[in-house]
């Protein structure tokens, strides 16, 4: 019994969560942005990915700024999915920053602040430093800690060398302490910056390959440097502009970023701050990354929103505005007036506008396929058949949603395979919303506030 505890114990530790997205590799296409049926997770839409791509060079160029993309299609048709698979086929050095329409109504901050801080946290500053650091293979430690403890600091000396010489370095506690903590040892490649004391391993030297068995698969092997010993490295740091304001308008610096603290940043200190980029950029040291603004539901934001985001993008430093939604013809909040989306002419003319068309029964099965994939789910062919077909007739998130409550009932059954019994079992457990909306208009009278029940008494008063 204390063995069975144990291993479902084990197995705790792997469980990873799973998002609605967490399938989505990138935007699945090929060399000449041509779009693959089946890939990186993305099924079906091959209009709409292409256009993703071509946007996505774009943004690569970086050439371009303040340009606006709007996804527009019915729910459950893959417009975040798209703005997913651009984030990840852009890689982390292009800051991608998401909201949701409604995020930005807060008490703590304005609406214009929140959006504006969402632009700032877009772009990115690539800034280029020079510094000295002392590279080489670590040829022996010696680490002198004295008889008596606490009597006296350990010291130590370290010796380092490259292809063409050698050196010993003399070492205080700091230097002990972080050699320590980094588990350096004879043998490793070890670059330690001389400004800051950072040690950073490289790796381990190609003399000690021998060694393979016990250093484990993961050990990387570099060869030993050449030349001097200390040498002038550019280093890159990536920020982004609203990591930049946090710094320079709080008091505690950059550990405001860590306490989530940002509040209102004035505008004078981000004029500062651009002034000083662009200065930066004259000289060299610095050059701006346009990333990626995305919004869902852009119909929750109101006609100020929509009024900021027309003169935000036309900044020089604004960057590519990726909006979504799935409205029709609807009010455009904060007035009594109607457009397409939910936002106003003079937005929407800015904006490249990429559709999204439903799904079929064909791209329906292969995206549940890839579903109980990633949810570690096996499934009868019969079952994956008559999941598909309900999708096609409800919805595909309806559809999806069942997968794992298909699996959890196979378990209770003591079953490996999903099969159209636990499908069917799930179905009659959990309405979609056309067999709500039926249930509700079945017995409406027993709920209270009904609308339905109101329109039908106040018909009965006027006859």
Known sequence: MAELKLSESRDLTRIERIGAHSHIRGLGLDSSLEPRDVSEGMVGQTQ?????????????????????ILLAGQPGTGKTAIAMGMAKSLGLETPFSMLSGSEIFSLEMSKTEALMQAFRKSIGVRIKEETEVIEGEVVEIQIDR???????????????KTTDMETVYDLGAKMIEAL????????????????????????????RSRDYDAMGPQTKFVQCPDGELQKRKEIVHCVTLHEIDVINSRTQGFLALFTGDTGEIRAEVR?????????????????????????????????????????????????ILVVATNRGITAIRGTNYKSPHGIPIDLLDRLLIITTQPYSADEISKILDIRCQEEDVEMSEDAKQLLTKIGHETSLRYAIHLITAAALNCQKRKGKVV??????????????????????????????FNEASMVDDTDAMHD
């Not at 009597?151 to 000396?157: D, E, I």
């Not at 346009?290 to 869902?296: E, Q, R, S, T, W």
């Not at 539901?297 to 109101?302: A, G, N, P, W």
């Open 271 to 319: 004029e500062q701050i651009d002034t000083k980029v662009a200065e930066w950029r004259e000289e060299g040291k610095a050059e701006i990354v346009p990333g990626v603004l995305f919004i869902d539901e852009v119909h929750m934001l109101d006609i100020e929103c929509f009024s900021f985001l027309n003169r935000a993008l036309e900044n020089e430093m604004a960057p």
């Open 48 to 68: 709409a990915r292409k256009a993703a791509g071509v946007i996505l060079q774009i943004i690569k160029d970086g050439k371009i700024a303040g340009r606006a």
């Open 180 to 207: 320590g903590k980094e588990k350096v040892q004879s043998g490793d490649v070890i670059a330690i910056d001389k400004a800051s004391g950072k040690i950073t391993k490289l790796g381990r030297s190609f003399s």
């Open 419 to 448: 099969e159209v019994q636990d499908i069917t079992r799930v179905y009659s457990l959990f309405l979609d919303v056309r067999r709500s909306t039926q249930y509700l208009m079945e017995y409406q009278k027993e709920y209270m």
């Open 146 to 160: 004295p008889a008596v403890s606490g009597s006296a600091s350990k010291t130590g000396k370290l010796t380092l």
